[in-house]
């Protein structure tokens, strides 16, 4: 059965950088049909794609994100990660990492979130 | 970018209700519309992809229909498990994604 599961610190800075590794497993994360992607919510909002990656590397990412997010896939350790360079209040969310179908950019599964909150 | 916009924003419905939400696209999608519902603390679940396409495991009284511009999410007897918010998501710009801001169903 297929499981994602982030981890990382649930507090960071202001100015820092927020880091979040996405574990895989019940599935191989080097799928030539996903792509693998990071979903946040902040608290009582709606949802915000941050972006995606292919296990050969190759990311997307949303336009008002792009210059602050670093995605990266450890096919050995059949992982994936973000960072979120510069953070703000702004940036407070829970955080999803999912399998997204590529050709289709659906999102069929999801990891159960993290809270990670910005605040000195 | 294509902006997705849902109406209602929220919904005050009662079990056995059948209820409607609308999707609307700033821009021709084709059939490229997703439909997840969210409750409270939890990750989204996929219910329909394609516009109409049941996710394996959705109960049939979950419903979608449209293309172009203007999609639906249909639920023809609400149960009280359904009681939850709900958000479309475009995958035409694949890999790019946008969802739309939500539909929360409350009780009445």
């Known amino acids: 059965q297929l499981q994602l599961q982030e981890s990382g610190p649930g507090l960071v800075k202001p100015s820092e950088t927020l880091s979040l590794t996405c574990t895989v497993s019940?599935?191989?994360?080097?799928?030539?049909?996903?792509?693998w992607g990071w979903i946040r919510q902040p608290p009582g909002k709606g949802l915000e794609w941050i972006g995606s990656?292919?296990?050969?590397?190759?990311?997307y990412s949303n336009p008002s994100l792009r210059s602050r997010v670093t995605m990266s896939v450890d096919t050995s350790k059949n992982q994936f990660s973000l960072k979120l360079s510069s953070v703000t209040a702004a940036d407070t969310a829970v955080y999803y990492c999912?399998?997204?179908?590529?050709?289709?950019?659906?999102?069929?599964?999801w990891g159960q979130g993290t809270l990670v909150t910005v605040s000195s | 970018d294509i902006q997705m916009t849902q109406s209602p924003s929220s919904l005050s419905t009662s079990v056995g209700d059948r209820v409607t939400i609308t999707c609307r696209a700033s821009?021709?999608?084709?059939?490229?519309l997703n439909w997840y519902q969210q409750k409270s603390g939890k990750a989204p679940k996929l219910l329909i992809y394609?516009?109409?396409n049941l996710q394996s495991g959705v109960p049939s009284r979950f419903s979608g229909s449209g293309s172009v511009t203007e999609f639906t999410l249909t639920i023809s007897s609400l149960q009280p498990e359904d009681f939850a918010t709900y958000y479309c998501?475009?995958?035409?710009?694949?890999?790019?994604?946008?969802f739309g801001q939500g539909t929360r169903l409350d009780i009445k």
């Open positions: 999912a399998r997204i179908q590529s050709h289709v950019a659906v999102a069929d599964t």
């Open positions: 019940g599935d191989s994360i080097s799928s030539t049909d996903y792509y």
């Open positions: 990656i292919y296990y050969r590397g190759y990311t």
């Open positions: 821009q021709n999608i084709s059939s490229y």
């Open positions: 394609g516009a109409s």
């Open positions: 998501q475009q995958s035409y710009n694949t890999p790019l994604i946008t």
